[in-house]
């Protein structure tokens, strides 16, 4: 499907397949369906951004600094894309599991009810809030956006090489808790994992 790693990590994987092309090419790969994937995904990290606008325009990043810069006083060189201000959308159900297998097995389930659009993170808001003893959780700011870690009281630890990992149908999510948002009756798992 285009994608190398994960959304956020498609930036650095363009770079370096751009970078290394000419001493290193085991096969053909499909800039433009790599390019695709980019181009039709809602990057909100700066992070990430950050990463993938020098491949946009076939450098690295060490060398995105000498690009000319073209922007007219007033203006920002690129059109805004406008949103149209449609009705409300309706709350979405999604329901949310916790499971560790690792060491003192614990599973638990809920349903909870949120905005459309809301966030992983909004959705483990409402868990908690609805169910503390259960569904409490900790994060830490990075610059991907905020990162688990810990629920239900059970911690990572990078000596026992352990973390949660989030799943939706048992697929790994390719974003963040701060930028993946559920669809409605979509059933995301927490999974005590090791690495």
């Known amino acids: 499907n285009g994608m190398i790693g994960n959304i956020n990590s498609m930036g650095l994987a363009l770079q370096?397949?751009?970078?290394?092309?000419e001493f290193y090419a085991p096969r053909k790969w499909d800039r433009a369906q790599a390019f695709r994937v980019v181009h039709n995904y809602d990057y909100q990290l700066a992070m990430a951004m950050a990463q993938v606008l020098p491949a946009l325009v076939g450098k690295s990043y060490l060398d995105a600094g000498h690009l000319p810069c073209c922007a007219s006083s007033g203006s920002s060189g690129s059109p805004r894309p406008s949103r149209s201000r449609g009705t409300a959308r309706a709350p979405i159900t999604v329901q949310f599991s916790i499971t560790n297998t690792l060491k003192n097995y614990f599973h638990y389930s809920t349903s909870v009810c949120v905005p459309h659009n809301s966030t992983l993170l909004q959705v483990m808001e409402v868990a908690r809030k609805e169910k503390p003893d259960i569904f409490s959780f900790k994060t830490v700011p990075?610059?991907?956006?905020?990162?688990?870690?810990?629920?239900?009281?059970?911690?990572?630890?990078k000596t026992e090489r352990t973390y949660w990992q989030f799943f939706s149908c048992w697929s790994p999510l390719q974003e963040g808790v701060g930028t993946y948002k559920p669809k409605n009756w979509e059933h995301i798992q927490a999974i005590f994992s090791t690495y």
């Open 142 to 157: 990075t610059d991907w956006g905020p990162f688990v870690t810990s629920i239900h009281g059970l911690a990572g630890n």
């Open 16 to 21: 370096a397949l751009e970078a290394s092309s």
